[in-house]
T-cell receptor, first 115, second 111 residues
């Protein structure tokens, strides 16, 4: 299955600033997914990033707040803009595993704390 | 929309004890995945179940999908501190490409 390198692993950011999270995959993948895991809650899909097209955002998430780039088939970034304490979460990227029985592979996550 | 509900939300067991985590879907499942998440780390894929009545095992962890394909259980035999973490079930939402997750079960194993 694919191996994902996600960074940074954690960051503490000031209110009003932005944080860009990077995910590098060791193989070419069509779709990459970005998730948010708020404290004590399950994962919520933010958006799906396809190479060469605009990301598709889920209800409650907008491009101005969570701009995504997908310049090629192995890389994507998620920016969390105009940070507020409510943005403090773990952010994860994910790709589909190689083959039906391999599930989805996830990055190691980025733990964001906004102060 | 489809939802996955997990129970219990948290579990504390003594080392060596067996335990079961359940995942119930509001709609038929066409692929149910189990993941484990350790604190500060990403999700680790454990196993996938697809067919009604299917059962898979890996080391001391066994997962089952019921015949109606709406409920799955994850059973850990003779638990160890290394089993501690958050267990999540996940599935592709019926009719869409979206992936949904259960609410998670936080497991603590006391040595």
């Amino acid at each position: 299955s694919a191996v994902i390198s996600q960074k940074p692993s954690r960051d503490i950011c000031q209110r009003g600033t932005s944080l860009t999270i990077q995910c590098q995959v060791d193989s070419q993948v069509t779709m990459m997914f970005w998730y948010r895991q708020q404290p004590g809650q399950s994962l919520t899909l933010i958006a799906t990033a396809n190479q060469g097209s605009e990301a598709t955002y889920e209800s409650g998430f907008v491009i101005d707040k969570f701009p995504i780039s997908r310049p090629n088939l192995t890389f994507s970034t998620l920016t969390v803009s105009n940070l507020s304490p409510e943005d403090s979460s773990i952010y994860l990227c994910s790709v589909e595993g190689a083959g039906l029985g391999y599930g989805y592979t996830f990055g190691s996550g980025t733990r964001l704390t906004v102060v | 929309s489809q939802e996955l509900e997990q129970s219990p939300q948290s579990l504390i067991v003594q080392e060596g004890k067996n335990l079961t985590i359940n995942c119930t879907s509001s709609k038929t499942l066409y692929g149910l995945y189990w993941y484990k998440q350790k604190y500060g780390e990403g999700l680790i894929f454990l196993m996938m179940l697809q067919k009604g009545g299917e059962e898979k095992s890996h080391e001391k962890i066994t997962a089952k999908l019921d015949e109606k394909k709406q409920q799955s259980s994850l059973h850990i035999t003779a638990s160890q501190p290394s089993h501690a973490g958050i267990y999540l079930c996940g599935a592709a939402e019926s009719g869409t490409y979206k992936y949904i997750f259960g609410t998670g079960t936080r497991l603590k194993v006391l040595a």
